[in-house]
């Protein structure tokens, strides 16, 4: 789903590729749209780990933390060769307009991801990386928003270019962080 879609993506495709019969998945599931929605939902857990783990790791400093995860996003994005993107943008983009269900549940996800980022730019605020009376849930708001689209586009354009001019952009320009070269994680 990551790579055609929800909507191209067939169940008989999910059931063979997995190896389960008809019959379980639709026990389990009964029917696509409850797939999709688990879909969603194991995704946002395994996202909100990675972000977890990256975001609290005290051996960085905060706006460091923020950097790791646009570092360790654009190499996962390069090993599939900018093929696959972020699922839940995909989704946000595929499905908004067709199910409401689906776009508030993708939007509760983004919601989440948002709010680990206001939680890591108030550290950053506090350990004086930030103006002291700087908005971070509109930065975090803001980052998220634009990351989706560089995701987007670097889909497109099959390069990490869009993602690193809009990081460049994000730490140099909105939030005044000197640009740093890219450290391995």
């Known amino acids: 789903m990551t790579e055609r879609g929800f909507t191209v993506t067939s169940t008989e495709e999910v059931m063979v590729r997995v190896g389960v019969p008809k019959g379980s998945f639709y ?19 395994y996202f909100e780990a990675k972000l977890d783990r990256l975001l609290t790791d005290r051996s960085f ?29 995909n989704l946000g983009q595929e499905l908004a307009s067709m199910d409401d269900v689906f776009r508030r549940q993708l939007e509760k996800v983004l919601r989440s991801w948002q709010k680990r980022f206001a939680q890591c730019l108030q550290e950053a605020m506090e350990a004086s990386q930030l103006p002291k009376d700087a908005d971070v849930n509109a930065l975090a708001e803001f ?21 690193d001019q809009f990081a460049e ?17």
Not at 61 to 89: S, W
Not at 169 to 185: D, L, T, W
Request: contains cysteine; charged residues 20%.
């Open 27 to 45: 026990y389990h599931f009964g029917s696509k749209m409850v797939f999709g929605q688990a879909v969603i939902e194991g995704y946002a857990e």
């Open 61 to 89: 400093t905060p706006i460091d933390r923020l950097r790791n995860f646009v570092n360790e996003a654009t190499r996962g994005m390069a090993r599939y060769a900018f093929k696959r993107g972020c699922l839940v943008g």
């Open 143 to 163: 980052f998220w928003i634009g990351w989706e689209g560089a995701i987007m586009r670097a889909k497109l354009q099959r390069s990490a270019t869009p993602l």
């Open 169 to 185: 952009i994000f730490f140099s320009r909105v939030i005044g962080q000197p640009v740093a070269p890219k450290k391995k994680i």
